[in-house]
């Protein structure tokens, strides 16, 4: 499996923001442009941008669309983005909007049915199912509403129901934003138990040393917070991949 970079920004009001462990009162700005990062990632040669409204998912009637539709207009590569999208019209507006994969997160776990129609109608390869989850007693179970809740349903059985997804995005919430190095052992197991899924890897990546441990186990590795503190840099991460 060829492993590729995703670069990662998280917005809200139109700011680059970053959330510990998803807590919005736990919340690192930015002074970027949002617009002129993503333009600095796409020069480094990347194939993916991952965008997050965080003021969508909180609020539906606040979800930045204009903005969204602003970015992949001015962008030439392929932008995903995902941020509490619910209803078939949102999904229908991202993709209008220039947007080449929408990320459906808690909806897979609460409509598991409409979740499908949405796999169904616009093509597994433009869905990505994002299945945010927390280790408890070493059980892996999904999180909803902004991370907000943890649900019932437990991920690798969440994933036995979904046959016929492709992509998914997985993030261990106990390390987003930590910067305390990827959940390794849930992707290697995620890779053994469903090698036909194409996994996008997210949350705590801190160091080159993650980037070596997932290659070939993930498709995609999503950097935020580390790219932004200049950890390391795109180049050196697929320097990483290609020589690992």
Same mark, same amino acid.
């Given at each position: 499996? +060829?492993? +590729?970079?995703? !670069?990662?920004?998280?917005?809200? *009001?139109?700011?680059?923001?970053?959330?510990?462990?998803?807590?919005?009162?736990?919340?690192?700005?930015?002074?970027? $442009? !949002?617009?002129?990062?993503?333009?600095?990632?796409?020069? +480094?040669?990347?194939?993916?941008?991952?965008?997050?409204?965080?003021?969508?998912?909180?609020? !539906?009637?606040?979800?930045?669309?204009?903005?969204? &539709?602003?970015?992949?207009?001015?962008?030439?590569?392929?932008?995903?983005?995902?941020?509490?999208?619910?209803?078939? *019209? &949102?999904?229908?507006?991202?993709?209008?909007?220039?947007?080449?994969?929408?990320?459906?997160?808690?909806?897979?776990?609460?409509?598991?049915?409409?979740?499908?129609?949405?796999?169904?109608?616009?093509?597994?390869?433009?869905?990505?199912?994002?299945?945010?989850?927390?280790?408890?007693?070493? &059980?892996?179970?999904?999180?909803?509403?902004?991370?907000?809740?943890?649900?019932?349903?437990?991920?690798?059985?969440?994933?036995?129901?979904?046959?016929?997804?492709?992509?998914?995005?997985?993030?261990?919430?106990?390390?987003?934003?930590?910067?305390?190095?990827?959940?390794?052992?849930?992707?290697?197991?995620?890779?053994?138990?469903?090698?036909?899924?194409?996994?996008?890897?997210?949350?705590?990546?801190?160091?080159?040393? $993650?980037?070596?441990?997932?290659?070939?186990?993930?498709?995609?590795?999503?950097?935020?917070?580390?790219?932004? *503190?200049? &950890?390391?840099?795109?180049?050196?991460?697929?320097?990483?991949?290609?020589?690992?």
């Amino acid at each position: 499996m +060829q492993t +590729q970079i995703i !670069p990662a920004l998280d917005l809200i *009001d139109g700011k680059i923001v970053r959330l510990y462990k998803g807590d919005y009162t736990k919340k690192q700005e930015y002074s970027f $442009d !949002p617009l002129a990062k993503f333009q600095e990632y796409e020069a +480094q040669g990347i194939a993916w941008l991952h965008l997050v409204d965080l003021s969508g998912a909180k609020d !539906p009637s606040k979800r930045q669309l204009k903005l969204i &539709e602003n970015l992949a207009s001015k962008i030439k590569v392929n932008l995903q983005v995902g941020g509490g999208i619910r209803t078939k *019209d &949102e999904v229908k507006a991202l993709f209008d909007s220039g947007v080449k994969r929408v990320v459906i997160g808690s909806l897979a776990v609460k409509n598991k049915a409409f979740t499908q129609d949405l796999l169904n109608e616009f093509g597994v390869e433009n869905i990505v199912l994002a299945l945010d989850s927390i280790c408890v007693k070493d &059980e892996f179970f999904v999180a909803v509403d902004a991370w907000s809740k943890t649900s019932d349903e437990k991920l690798f059985e969440l994933l036995n129901f979904y046959k016929n997804v492709k992509h998914i995005l997985c993030t261990d919430i106990s390390k987003d934003g930590t910067m305390s190095g990827a959940n390794i052992t849930l992707y290697k197991t995620l890779h053994e138990k469903f090698p036909h899924l194409q996994t996008q890897a997210s949350g705590g990546v801190a160091s080159l040393e $993650d980037f070596k441990k997932l290659n070939g186990i993930v498709s995609g590795i999503i950097v935020g917070k580390a790219l932004l *503190d200049k &950890e390391f840099s795109i180049k050196e991460a697929k320097e990483c991949l290609q020589n690992a």
